[in-house]
């Protein structure tokens, strides 16, 4: 099997900064184009932003030049740099990831979520 946990969330003041983090671990072979996402209260669930396993980014439109996405291939793990936050950037933060494991083809895979919450 395979999982993936995020940490980095938490309570920051509208300007503030965030770093949030998500590893993945267990069976894998290989890991594709790793993504953030969030889901704020009432709304939908939608993309932040995403990087391919050679480093390519692509953002949403609102966080672009505020939010940074890397990955350490070598640790499994993708980073989400998030700065100038504002408060309707305060929801719960997905991590996302196709994953082709040792043994048993390939699978989609989430984080549990960490929550963000941007206020006063």
């Known amino acids: 099997q395979v999982q993936l946990v995020e940490s980095g969330g938490g309570l920051v003041q ?25 889901q704020a209260p009432g709304k939908q669930r939608e993309l932040v932003a995403d990087i391919t396993n050679d480093g390519r980014a692509n953002y949403a ?19 989400l740099q998030m700065n100038s936050l504002k408060p309707e950037n305060t929801a719960v933060y997905y991590c996302n990831a196709p994953v082709r494991r040792n043994v048993g083809g390939m ?14």
């Open 14 to 38: 509208p300007g503030g900064s965030l770093r949030l983090s998500c590893a993945a671990s267990g069976s894998i072979f290989r890991i594709y184009t790793m993504s953030w996402y969030r």
């Open 61 to 79: 439109d609102s966080v672009k030049g505020r939010f940074t996405i890397s990955r350490d291939n070598a640790k499994n793990t993708v980073y």
């Open 107 to 120: 699978g989609n895979y989430w984080g549990q979520g960490t929550q963000v919450t941007v206020s006063s």
